[in-house]
């Protein structure tokens, strides 16, 4: 059972406003243990619960159903109005929304070898007469990635 003034003296109601929901107040923030991802829980009865998850269900009694996402995009927030229920397709939609989700693609990875000039010669040339392994040599790539880029295999979410 959950001890209810036990659980709120571990929270913070002095928190940041949220720039995306400031009409909705402040955060309020978990003071206790944190897990890896930032967000608050709290021990009941053998197990840990995702603080955000009970405070809802302190305010509404239930729990959010099946998640309980934040408005305020922080994780360490308990402030029930900040929270709302919603499954994977909504907290993926509010991710992309908001700009968290979106990955970035061709020479703006992090990972990228080849800026996007560099992938339309490798186009232009492979679909020509220069052998893979002659591109993978000039570019300094492998030639399984040479193949890649011009199978359209590579860079495809990048619009060339």
Same mark, same amino acid.
């Given at each position: 059972m959950i001890v209810e003034n036990t659980f709120w003296t571990n929270v913070d109601k002095a928190g940041p406003l949220p720039v995306n929901c400031p009409e909705l107040g402040r955060c309020w923030l978990w003071k206790g243990n944190l897990n890896n991802? $930032?967000?608050? &829980? +709290?021990? %009941?009865?053998? @197990? *840990? *619960? &995702?603080?955000?998850? /009970?405070?809802? +269900? /302190?305010? *509404?009694? !239930? *729990?959010?159903?099946p =998640?309980?996402? !934040? !408005?305020?995009?922080?994780?360490?927030?308990?402030n029930p109005l900040h929270v709302y229920e919603g499954g994977d397709i909504e907290n993926t939609k509010d991710k992309e929304n908001r700009h968290r989700g979106n990955h970035p @693609?061709?020479?703006?990875? $992090? #990972?990228?070898?080849?800026?996007?000039? =560099?992938v339309l010669d490798i &186009? &232009? /040339?492979?679909?020509?007469? =220069?052998?893979? #392994?002659? /591109?993978?040599?000039?570019? @300094? %790539?492998?030639?399984s990635h040479i193949r890649n880029i011009i199978a359209d295999r590579k860079w495809q979410g990048e619009t060339l």
């Open positions: 991802e $930032g967000y608050g &829980r +709290y021990f %009941v009865n053998g @197990k *840990y *619960y &995702r603080a955000h998850r /009970l405070s809802f +269900y /302190l305010t *509404y009694g !239930h *729990y959010p159903n =998640q309980g996402l !934040h !408005h305020c995009d922080n994780p360490a927030c308990c @693609k061709g020479e703006n990875h $992090g #990972a990228a070898k080849l800026t996007r000039e =560099q &186009r &232009r /040339l492979g679909k020509s007469s =220069q052998s893979p #392994a002659t /591109l993978a040599e000039l570019y @300094k %790539v492998s030639i």
